[in-house]
């Protein structure tokens, strides 16, 4: 392999694997706080050069690419836009907070690897520091011949408060099926009525709120006309595994790893809540079948 990273310093990196981008991870946005100011990956993209996430939609200007996010975290947004509240709907509220980049630990790039360690902090619209966030990001795995690349991510999220805090979502506050946050994917409008393929046969709009160890979203590209498929792998790990999928093909296509989907999630004073994801980009569209395969290998490696 021949992968080269560059980095802008204070502001993000990028991956190349020979002239071809990989990723662009932003870890100093620069975007309106009610956007909420988070690390995202944007563009992400296929070995094909076909690019696989959204930046600003007009719909959701907070929609960032792939990014970590809580939608309901004890009062706080970090999110972006308006927070919903049982009884009034979506109300736009002071209460946006930030994941702020505190420094790198590491930053290796081998030309056959790439590790990065990340330490960030999680602050509220009033400046208290709830969270202290351990993230690691690397790349390990990537076929050519087969026409696949994967991105593992692990965050650890320590509880700094000196009180529980409280993880949520717009339905654990009364809105049905909408139990968005966690890792949130938002993808190229070209993926519109995409086809949604999760574990023990689930497919389609059923998988909204369902629970599954993965989740695939294949989509076509304008321009390009290619197909790529994006596989979402929830680690055995992870508390409530497996997690519950905040997923829609329609009105667009997203995908979000939903731990608090319908049922809060308390992380006491001093403990971490620990998550690991690996996020499959693959070139053409991917029968279950070869899904099914490429998992049964990656947990036989892993």
């Known amino acids: 392999m021949s992968l080269k990273l560059v980095h802008v310093v204070s502001q993000q990196l990028e991956l190349r694997y020979q002239e071809l981008l990989l990723f662009r991870y932003v870890y100093a946005p620069q ?11 944007h ?3 296929t070995l094909a050069g076909d690019e696989v996430t959204l930046f600003r939609p007009h719909d959701h200007l907070w929609h960032h690419g792939l990014a970590m996010t809580s939608a309901q975290l004890s009062g706080q947004n970090f999110w972006g836009g308006p927070t919903y509240v049982r009884g009034r709907g979506y109300v736009p509220l002071e209460n946006y907070g930030r994941i702020e980049h505190v420094a790198w630990d590491e930053v290796a790039c081998d030309g056959t690897q790439v590790r990065l360690h ?10 208290e520091h709830w969270l202290d966030e351990e993230r690691h ?17 692990a965050f650890a999220l320590h509880n700094r408060r000196g009180q529980d805090l409280v993880f949520g979502s717009p339905t654990t ?9 966690g890792l949130f994917w938002r993808g190229p409008r070209s993926f519109l009525k995409g086809t949604v393929l999760a574990a023990g046969g689930l497919e389609g709009p059923e998988v909204m709120g369902q629970a599954a160890p993965r989740l695939a979203y294949i989509g076509r590209h304008d321009g390009s006309g290619n197909s790529s498929t994006l596989i979402f792998l929830d680690s055995p790990q992870n508390p409530r595994h497996p997690t519950k999928w905040f997923v829609r093909n329609d009105p667009y296509a997203c995908a979000s790893a939903s731990f ?33 395969t490429y998992v049964s290998a990656a947990f036989r490696s892993g």
């Open 137 to 153: 990001i690397s790349v390990t795995e990537l076929n050519p011949e087969q026409g696949y690349w994967s991105l593992d991510l």
């Open 173 to 181: 506050e009364g809105r049905p099926m909408a139990g968005y946050g």
């Open 118 to 127: 990340e330490r960030l902090r999680w602050v509220t619209y009033g400046g």
């Open 43 to 45: 563009p992400l993209c």
């Open 31 to 41: 975007v309106d706080v009610t956007e909420v100011r988070k690390p995202y990956f």
């Open 260 to 292: 608090m989907f319908d049922q809060e999630y308390v992380l006491p004073p001093e403990q971490a809540l620990r998550l690991r994801y690996r996020v499959v980009l693959a070139c053409g569209a991917w029968s279950r079948d070869q899904i099914e």
